[in-house]
Nanobody, 127 residues
Framework: QLQLVESGGGLVQPGGSLRLSCTAS????????IGWFRQAPGKEREGVSC????????NYADSAKGRFTISRDNAKNTVYLQMNSLKPEDTAVYYC????????????????????WGQGTQVTVSS
């Protein structure tokens, strides 16, 4: 059974860092595009970053560029999202997702492109 489990969320002060993990079971992460998304209260879910299958090219939303880094550990079947210089507006539930349909050479940070989702992990940035 294909499953994604996020972890690593929590409460952090502005300017702090967190590393989120997305661990897969039932499939190999490296053969699919994996995306990170977030949803704040009262807002739509939005893309944060993604990493493509195979060579692992990456893509970032403007809000994440320069502060967040996505990476993949094939041995652990896990994708990470390193988040630095966190701001209160980064507060949200963060989800990882996998695209099991045919994908192009560049991954997309668009929710409709992904069809399997984890349960999410809460990130709260507050002093």
């Amino acid at each position: 059974q294909l499953q994604l489990v996020e972890s690593g969320g929590g409460l952090v002060q502005p300017g702090g860092s967190l590393r989120l993990s997305c661990t897969a079971s039932g499939f190999t992460l490296a053969v699919y595009d994996i995306g990170w998304f977030r949803q704040a209260p009262g807002k739509e879910r939005e893309g944060v970053s993604c990493i493509s299958s195979g060579l692992g090219s990456t893509n970032y939303a403007d809000s994440a560029k320069g502060r967040f880094t996505i990476s993949r550990d094939n041995a652990k079947n896990t994708v990470y999202l390193q988040m630095n210089s966190l701001k209160p507006e980064d507060t949200a539930v963060y989800y990882c997702a996998v695209r099991t349909t045919v994908a192009g050479p560049r991954c997309l940070t668009l929710t409709y492109a992904y069809n399997r989702w984890g349960q999410g992990t809460q990130v709260t940035v507050s002093s």
